[in-house]
């Protein structure tokens, strides 16, 4: 079991940043691949970013790609998703998730979640 807890959401003017963070417990936070995703008002959940095991391999959607960066610090098992430069089109509940599977952007690979945190990017 692998516990996660998002944090560092708001509300932001457009061109501004944020910073999420997640942080999880349990079970040995190095072996999995981790994910950020997202989920705005009635459309489905929607692969972020992915950062393998040891942070060596990252994949990005296009829409974020040079604006978001995905990190994480196995000593302090959290990983972060850096946002810069938000658009009004990236208001969405973000949230994380962990994957046994080698770094995936496939939703149904994630078999943990956490509880999501909102952000919201006004014009």
């Known amino acids: 079991q692998v516990l996660l807890v998002e944090s560092g959401g708001g509300s932001v003017q457009a061109g501004g940043s944020l910073r999420l963070s997640c942080a999880a417990s349990?079970?040995?936070?190095?072996?999995?691949?981790m994910g950020w995703f997202r989920q705005a008002p009635g459309k489905e959940r929607e692969f972020v970013a992915a950062i393998s095991r040891g942070g060596g391999t990252t994949y990005y959607t296009d829409s974020v790609k040079g604006r978001f960066t995905i990190s994480r610090d196995n000593a302090r098992n959290t990983v972060y998703l850096q946002m810069n430069s938000l658009k009004s089109e990236d208001t969405a509940v973000y949230y994380c998730?962990?994957?046994?599977?080698?770094?995936?952007?496939?939703?149904?690979?994630?078999?943990?979640w956490g509880q999501g945190t909102q952000v919201t990017v006004s014009l």
């Open positions: 998730a962990a994957s046994l599977v080698l770094v995936t952007r496939n939703v149904d690979d994630y078999s943990y």
């Open positions: 349990g079970r040995t936070f190095s072996g999995y691949t």
